[in-house]
Structures are given as structure tokens and as C-alpha cells.
């Protein structure tokens, strides 16, 4: 049985930092192609940020890029977002994801971020809310 399993996330002010983790089991995350997602109310769920440790490939959307960073510890298992200038836009639900990474890797990766429908396992979500 496949888990992931989230922590971290919270309120922080605008310019703040925080760290989430995706601790995983069932599935080697280093073998699969990770990835964050968030979703504000009323918005789709969107991709903001994926890893394929094996390639050692990274995708980010632009409104996070220089500012989060994806990694994973493999002896761990465990997947992270570090995200730093934190805006209130960033504020949202935000959930890890995995899906093996053969489909993504035959188009470059393309689509990562909008297909959710191609990750087969998702964590429960954990909320980020920037404000002052």
C-alpha cells in the first residue's frame, strides 16, 4: 500500500519561509517522478514544482522559480518543497504527488504540472497561508 504522508506548511508573513515534506512509503520516490501542487479556492490545482532524482531533472512554474526549491532525501524517502519569499498569493492547499516517470520522461516532460490525472498517488495536503 502506497502512503504519502505530509507535514510542515502553516502561517507565515509575507517574505517568510517554510518547508514542507512528503514522507512516502510503499514506493521508492528516487524510482518515481515527484511532485508539489497547490490549490487556492475556487482555482485548479496547478504544479509547482517536480523531480525525476534518477535524471536529475527539476520543472518549476514561474511564479515560484528562484524562490522554492524541490529535493528529496532517498535514504529517507522522503520528498521536500523549500519555499522562501513567501507571498500571499502562495497561500493554498498544497498537496506532493508521484507517478513513475517513463510517460513524462518519452515527452520531456510536458504536461507535468496540468495532467493531474497522470499521478497515481497523492499526499492528504497540508496548508500554507501567507499573510500579515
Known amino acids: 500500500q502506497v502512503q504519502l504522508v505530509q507535514s510542515g506548511g502553516g502561517s507565515v508573513q509575507p517574505g517568510g519561509s517554510l518547508r514542507l515534506s512528503c514522507s512516502a512509503s510503499?514506493?521508492?520516490?528516487?524510482?518515481?517522478?515527484m511532485a508539489w501542487f497547490r490549490q487556492a479556492p475556487e482555482n485548479e490545482r496547478e504544479g509547482v514544482a517536480m523531480?525525476?532524482?534518477?535524471?536529475?531533472?527539476?520543472r518549476y512554474d514561474d511564479s515560484v522559480k528562484d524562490r522554492f526549491t524541490i529535493s528529496q532525501d532517498g535514504a529517507r524517502n522522503t520528498l521536500y518543497l523549500q519555499m522562501r519569499s513567501l507571498k500571499p498569493e502562495d497561500s493554498a492547499m498544497y498537496y506532493c504527488a508521484a507517478v513513475g516517470c517513463a510517460n513524462l520522461r518519452a515527452r520531456s516532460y510536458a504536461g507535468w504540472q496540468s495532467t493531474t490525472s497522470m499521478y497515481n498517488y497523492w499526499g492528504q495536503g497540508t496548508q500554507v497561508t501567507v499573510s500579515s
Open positions: 523531480i525525476d532524482a534518477a535524471w536529475d531533472r527539476t
Open positions: 510503499g514506493i521508492a520516490i528516487s524510482s518515481n517522478c
